[in-house]
């Protein structure tokens, strides 16, 4: 466990210094499956994997979850050390942001829709210490969840553009036996809360199997999942949109291929939840 920006760094020159590639993990901590299943894809391809837990200030808003966000550093240690990893780093907020930064990271275009809009500055947050973390780490491989996909394609983008010596690669969304995608702020449900929140799957599930039944009015999968959604009285849908997979921009009509993203409420809890279609 590594508490310091210098200590990281140097860990991860000195594995690569011995010829070893790096592997990293970036996460807000909290784990579940589904971090787990992208420590454990960077443990079979690299000789080092590290796992970052940061709570990162910057993408949360002025009325969001920043000082209750779950938070179990010796869990999550613990869990990340049988997946496999070699080092967690777990930098104190002072560490990695010491003075209020003058710079920050936008992904423009990308950034703006969806995610952009209802959560205005939470993406270039995230880039922002993405960015840093690349730069900290150096060369290596990064794993990246296809659950928050727009923030994936950010990401990507950023490093492109950037120029950063990171290969960055997608991971498939983990979800519950029910099919909810495995998110922190699901331990934030009650009961009820908890059943109603696999309507966002519901509803994707919807809109796919309508896109694989020949559906390529990208209005109609939308009303879909509209609709599903709105059959759960516990959910209040935030968006629901069919996009073009690279892009994320609003399609009219759908091609070979498109993802549906849908956010929703439940219980004042904030979900996302997205899927990819393809002919
Ligand atoms: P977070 O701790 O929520 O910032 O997530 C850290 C990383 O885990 C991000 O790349 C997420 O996309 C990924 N992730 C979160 N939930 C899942 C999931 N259910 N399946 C796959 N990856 C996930």
């Known amino acids: 466990m590594i508490e310091t920006v210098e200590g990281f760094r140097k860990e991860l020159e000195s ?4 010829g070893r590639t790096v592997g990293l993990v970036p996460t807000m901590g909290a784990l579940h499956a589904g971090h787990l299943s992208l420590l454990r894809r960077a443990v079979v391809e690299n000789d080092l994997a590290a796992l970052t837990i940061f709570v990162n200030p910057l993408q949360f808003g002025p009325s969001e979850d920043l000082a209750s966000y779950p ?6 240690v613990a869990a990340a050390s049988a997946e496999g990893a070699a080092v967690v780093f777990a930098p104190p907020v002072e560490e990695m942001l010491p003075v209020p930064a003058a710079t920050s990271v936008h992904v423009s275009g990308l950034s703006e829709w969806l995610e952009g809009a209802s959560r205005p500055g939470h993406l270039d947050g995230v880039a922002t210490v993405v960015a840093k973390l690349f730069a900290i780490a150096g060369p290596c491989r990064a794993y990246f969840g296809e659950k928050d996909f727009q923030q994936l394609l950010v990401v990507c983008r950023m490093a492109q553009d950037l120029s950063f010596p990171v290969d960055v690669r997608a991971c498939p969304t983990v979800r519950e036996p029910d099919g909810l995608a495995c998110s922190s702020r699901n331990s934030y449900l009650s009961g009820p809360q908890r059943s109603a929140a696999t309507v966002l799957h519901r509803a994707l599930g919807a809109g796919a199997r309508a896109f694989d039944a020949g559906e ?3 209005a109609v999968l939308r009303r879909m999942l509209v609709d599903a959604v709105g059959s759960e009285p516990l959910a209040t849908l935030d968006y629901a949109e069919v996009a073009d997979s690279r892009t994320l921009e609003s399609l009219e009509a759908v091609g070979d291929s498109a993802r549906l993203l849908v956010a929703a409420r439940v219980g004042g809890i904030r979900l996302i939840d997205n899927v990819g279609v393809e002919a």
Do not use: C, Q, Y
């Not at 594995?15 to 011995?18: G, T």
């Not at 938070?71 to 999550?76: N, Q, S």
């Open 15 to 18: 594995a690569r210094a011995h």
């Open 71 to 76: 938070r179990d550093l010796a869990a999550d």
């Open 216 to 218: 390529r009015d990208a």
